[in-house]
């Protein structure tokens, strides 16, 4: 008597499982972030907040890691910025031509360029 509710039974659990694997099939996946590679002996870089936002990079003084990771660009490009230090202003990046326009439009906000002390 209880081998009559057996496949049935078996049968509405198939439609279910077959169901919930459909609709986890048809929800699209979220891309992973992009992660810096990080150098071996070295903690992987935090980007510093402040209320909320993250704080600007500065271009004069971040390491061509620093300034790689916390925006998001290659290492020969961050290496290319670190070597036409100093910058007077972040806009030199653009009219000095160390990045495209494209690049800087995509950077300008999460950078700055502080300057050293003055000599007395």
Same mark, same amino acid.
């Given at each position: @008597?209880?081998?009559?509710? %057996? &496949?049935?039974?078996?049968?509405? #659990? +198939?439609?279910? %499982?077959? +169901?919930? #694997?459909?609709?986890?099939?048809? $929800?699209?996946?979220?891309? !992973?972030?992009?992660? +810096?590679?990080?150098?071996?002996?070295? *903690?992987?870089?935090?980007?510093? =907040?402040?209320?909320?936002? %993250? !704080?600007?990079? /500065?271009?004069?003084?971040?390491?061509? $890691? $620093?300034?790689?990771? @916390? #925006?998001?660009? /290659?290492?020969?490009? *961050?290496?290319?910025?670190?070597?036409? =230090?100093? &910058?007077?202003?972040?806009? =030199? %990046?653009?009219?000095?031509?160390?990045?495209?326009?494209?690049? &800087?439009?995509?950077?300008? /906000?999460?950078?700055?360029? !502080?300057?050293?002390?003055?000599? =007395?």
């Amino acid at each position: @008597m209880q081998v009559r509710f %057996l &496949y049935p039974a078996l049968g509405v #659990l +198939a439609l279910i %499982l077959n +169901a919930n #694997l459909s609709l986890a099939a048809q $929800e699209p996946s979220k891309p !992973k972030p992009a992660t +810096a590679p990080v150098a071996k002996g070295k *903690a992987p870089a935090v980007a510093p =907040r402040t209320k909320g936002k %993250l !704080k600007p990079v /500065d271009i004069n003084s971040a390491t061509k $890691e $620093e300034i790689g990771f @916390m #925006l998001g660009i /290659d290492v020969a490009l *961050a290496a290319k910025i670190v070597a036409g =230090r100093p &910058y007077p202003t972040k806009a =030199r %990046l653009l009219t000095n031509k160390i990045v495209s326009p494209e690049v &800087y439009a995509a950077i300008k /906000d999460k950078v700055i360029a !502080k300057q050293g002390p003055t000599p =007395r």
